[in-house]
């Protein structure tokens, strides 16, 4: 994913998050819904409060690196001072979650046995799903937490899940 980013020119929470929007997106297409009313909370640089990212049919489109991209480029112009946001619209049930949790950069031990790596997982507050990035040393983690009534078919989320992330890491 350090990879894609970088050759895309953008953090780690853009990659993240087209691969997820990517994923949920083909899965919208499988199941008859049309992914141009697509909404992503996507946290900003130096802001509490997350960005909430319009995504239609042609940003998803346009390709991975495109999309990661916009992404990073709307968080990046996040205010510092989240009383100056503007008004957002409430999730709704087709939005996606992105959050991005700093872990230990140091080794961590239970009852002295060594953690290998650990996942964070976030609310949907509504949404059909959060994909929380959590780092521990040099990896990162990425925990889901998926309304199963916005996406009952879960094989079938998977698979496009997977795709997703595929064609962020080929970009």
Not at 14 to 43: E, K, M, N, Q, W
Not at 85 to 99: A, I
């Amino acid at each position: 994913m350090r990879d894609a980013v970088d050759r895309a020119g953008c953090g780690l929470e853009s990659g993240v998050a087209a691969a997820v929007l990517l994923g949920y997106a083909a899965y919208r297409h499988t199941h008859g819904s049309p992914a141009d009313d697509l909404f992503a909370a996507i946290p900003g640089t130096g802001s509490e409060e997350p960005a909430q990212v319009p995504l239609g049919g042609t940003e998803i489109d346009d390709g991975p690196v495109a999309l990661m991209q916009r992404i990073d480029s709307v968080t990046a112009e996040m205010p510092d001072d989240p009383s100056v946001l503007p008004s957002t619209r409430m999730f709704g049930h087709d939005d996606v979650l992105t959050c991005t949790v700093p872990g230990s950069a140091t080794p961590l031990f239970v009852a002295g046995a060594g953690i290998a790596r650990y996942y964070g997982f976030g609310r949907t507050l509504g949404s059909a799903l959060n994909a929380t990035l959590m780092s521990y040393l040099d990896t990162c983690c990425v925990g889901l937490t998926v309304d199963p009534a916005a996406v009952p078919d879960r094989q079938a989320f998977d698979a496009c899940l997977r795709t997703g992330l595929r064609t962020v890491l080929s970009s």
